[in-house]
């Protein structure tokens, strides 16, 4: 195969609760195409004919996504996203989010690392003190991160996602350390919520290589189930993500837990998962656990906390932090036969 020669790509990197997101703006540089004239048209277009979201095929613009999220410029658990031109006006922007395996429809803590970079950019022009609404255009609709500021900095931001569904409950799964009950909820992405003690496992750094390959097996066996496809088409559906999560004590606001989501082939969110802070909520307020005016506290892996909470209409808000790690100029040497890097 001949060498992959890539331009020049410039990135900012930020991270939300610990997750990475590295931000690749296609609107100001260009360094590849994404024709479509929607933000869910460009995405297909990224995905490539025959391709699928964790299985994209070769083009220019999954080659600029492989370089920067294998080794050695990036790493398995590198996350980012391709800002591209909105569906219509009512929008700052729009953005392509990828990850190790390839494309997803939605993003939590990427909104709000997108919000948080559109304010410190001037791209949305903020006050020192107060909120300001950045309006981005993924391919699962239109979500919204409000910009927190105070004293001239950004001190948090809230992503509102699309509203969030129940799909089915107690979905039973077998896998390699037992039967899981599995619960489905779509909130830009399908997500399997299942109980980490069921397994017998528990969500802690040490059990990170059993869930790993428990969400993989949930994830592989629910592949086709009715309850998984959304009327969207087969972009927005199948499972993206399984969450395995574990009780903590209540807070006076209300439920607490903690979880590891494990997406895509395995990759493994730092943060509590924005998207999927949203598919627990639809959940736990199904269960009469969240009421109006009540907070979930959720915990990551890593100890990092997003807030979510239930809106009316079924619509969700998820509030965490996001903070810029660097800007880069990444290279592709012709001669490199790396090419655009592997992955372990």
């Avoid at 993003?107 to 949305?124: E, F, P, Y």
Wanted: charged share 20%.
């Amino acid at each position: 195969m001949p060498p992959v020669t890539v331009p020049p790509v410039r990135t900012t990197d930020y991270h939300a609760a610990g997750e990475p997101f590295r931000i690749v703006d296609l609107t100001r540089d260009p360094v590849a195409a994404a024709p479509g004239d929607t933000v869910a048209e460009r995405c297909a277009t990224a995905i490539g004919p025959g391709g699928s979201a964790t299985a994209p095929r070769r083009g220019p613009l999954d080659d600029v996504r492989r370089l920067l999220v294998r080794e050695p410029r990036g790493h398995a658990g590198m996350y980012g996203g391709f800002v591209v031109p909105p569906d219509d006006d009512g929008a700052h922007f729009g953005v392509l989010f990828w990850h190790k395996d390839g494309y997803s429809t939605a993003c939590g803590h990427g909104t709000m690392a997108l919000g948080a970079w559109a304010v410190d950019t001037g791209r949305v022009a903020a006050p020192d003190d107060g909120d300001v609404q950045v309006r981005i255009d993924v391919p699962s609709g239109r979500v919204t991160a409000t910009v927190h500021r105070g004293g001239g900095r950004t001190t948090g931001v809230t992503f509102r996602n699309v509203p969030a569904r129940v799909g089915a409950r107690k979905v039973p799964v077998a896998t390699s350390v037992g039967v899981a009950e599995v619960d489905l909820a779509y909130a830009g992405a399908c997500y399997a919520s299942v109980a980490a003690r069921d397994l017998g496992l528990d969500v802690s750094r040490e059990a990170l290589p059993g869930l790993v390959r428990a969400g993989r097996e949930i994830r592989a066996a629910l592949a086709g189930h009715p309850a998984t496809w959304h009327p969207g088409g087969a972009l927005l559906s199948g499972v993206y993500g399984v969450i395995f999560h574990e009780e903590l004590p209540d807070t006076p606001f209300g439920p607490h837990q903690r979880n590891a989501t494990v997406f895509a082939d395995g990759q493994v969110d730092r943060s509590p998962c924005g998207s999927g802070t949203s598919a627990r909520l639809a959940l736990l307020a199904q269960d009469g656990r969240l009421g109006p005016g009540e907070d979930l506290l959720h915990e990551s892996v890593t100890g990092t906390v997003f807030t979510g909470r239930m809106l009316p209409g079924a619509v969700t808000e998820v509030t965490g932090t996001a903070y810029r790690t660097g800007e880069h100029t990444f290279l592709s040497d012709p001669y490199d036969p790396l090419g655009t890097g592997f992955a372990l």
